[in-house]
């Protein structure tokens, strides 16, 4: 039996409530923003609805605020140390990478026990060795083993030699970094909890590798195509400039408006390939993985609940296009819109199966209280978890 998740919210409806979290952050100079956040988590999980019944979100404004105050902090000496002392930003960001495995396992362990569904909390049993391994460790030996790779491809000669170096680098910077995020991916989709109930996954790391390795060929094969519109353009440009030449003065084609359009013109011509490319291969790898690792996650125990997603690569695109759009044009009002549709979305695409009926378990007592660790990482912009 197939259970998808649906969100209730309204944008009218959530619009209201933005504004009023909006003026009042900025009137109390950013301290409502812990309040607001508690407002917002509140309304969408007490909106999205599995089986009849719905989520609900625990944290207090004081739990966030903290949080919020330390991250500020931290924040600003990063960025004051960056302008002033160089030194202490460098060893200051070795520390922070230290510590990224303590601020991903917190992020998860504060976000799952700060969430409900019947009265029941979730929680992350994750591991800190587990989280150094998966931030620290695999890629430090990813670094080793494509470090290797690159001496290697410079201390051959001859044509053949090289070749076969350049393709041992790149095999090994493909199949290592899939093997990276196989093992944080992994970290995650086996430490959370419903409950008493553990969720598992059994992840591939092929799968990772002929992800990443088609994003790879999406990308060129993209380069290409609007390299030879490009080709095509400019090649027209330049007999339509030559044609201007011969009629009359040669140097007046510098100072032509033809000219600086055809500039203008590349300028917005490689901003655009690059927006084409980011959006259409970080969409493709984003869906592939979320698709993946939710169908790999199922509960222990003799009644199994089995996660699925079925987001669509073209819908996804439609989605982030449309969302940054729409945001662009209304200078930023069209945001309540666009988290209700994007939460209505996904919750459309994503589903429980198994009997919901029978589901019975009780809290596991394993409940995080500090939201330092979530605070911190959206401060510094640190996507961590599973979405």
């Known amino acids: 039996m197939q259970n998808r998740l649906v969100f209730h919210g309204k944008a009218g409806e959530f619009f209201g409530i933005w504004i009023v979290n909006l003026v009042l952050s900025i009137i109390t100079l950013g301290i409502y923003s ?6 917002t988590k509140k309304y969408f999980y007490g909106n999205t609805e599995l089986a009849g019944d719905r989520f609900d979100y625990h944290a207090t404004p004081v739990q966030i605020l903290i949080g919020r105050i330390i991250a500020v902090v931290l924040l600003a000496a990063w960025v004051i140390s960056q302008s002033l002392l160089p030194q202490v930003a460098l060893i200051a960001a070795l ?3 230290l510590l990224l495995p303590v601020l991903a396992r917190n992020n998860a362990r504060f976000d799952s026990s700060m969430t409900s569904y019947r009265n029941v909390r979730f929680s992350f049993a994750g591991d800190l060795l587990g989280a150094y391994i ?7 030996l990813l670094v080793a083993v494509v470090a290797g790779a690159t001496f290697l491809a410079f201390g051959v000669s001859g044509a053949v030699g090289m070749v076969v170096s350049v393709l041992a680098f790149l095999i090994a910077a493909i ?5 990276v995020i196989r093992g944080i991916m992994s970290y995650f989709a086996n430490g959370y909890r419903y409950g008493e109930k553990a969720f598992s996954a059994t992840l591939s790391t092929g799968f990772f590798v002929k992800t990443y390795l088609q994003a790879w060929l999406i990308g060129l094969a993209i380069g290409i195509a609007l390299m030879v519109v490009g080709a095509l353009f400019f090649s027209g440009l330049a007999l339509t400039l030559i044609s201007v030449a011969s009629s009359g003065d040669p140097s007046s084609i510098f100072n032509s408006d033809l000219a600086s359009g055809s500039t203008f ?3 917005i011509g490689l901003y655009l390939f690059a927006l084409v490319c980011g959006i259409v291969v970080t969409s493709f790898v984003a869906v592939r993985t979320r698709n993946y690792v939710f169908g790999q996650m199922l509960t222990e125990g003799e009644d199994k609940y089995q996660l ?7 819908a996804f695109v439609w989605l982030t296009v449309s969302n940054f759009l729409a945001q662009l044009v209304t200078l930023g009002l069209a945001r309540p819109w666009v988290l209700v549709r994007t939460s209505r979305y996904l919750a459309s695409v994503t589903a429980v199966e198994g009997d919901m009926s029978l589901l019975r378990t009780a809290d596991s007592g394993d409940q995080a209280t500090s939201s330092i660790g979530d605070e911190v990482s959206q401060a510094f912009n640190l996507e961590v978890g599973l979405n």
């Open 95 to 97: 520390i922070f990478m």
């Open 34 to 39: 812990a309040w607001a956040k508690v407002r």
């Open 265 to 267: 013109a590349l300028v």
């Open 134 to 140: 998966a931030f620290v460790g695999r890629p430090l």
């Open 175 to 179: 199949v290592g970094y899939g093997w």
């Open 308 to 314: 699925r997603s079925e987001i669509t690569l073209g």
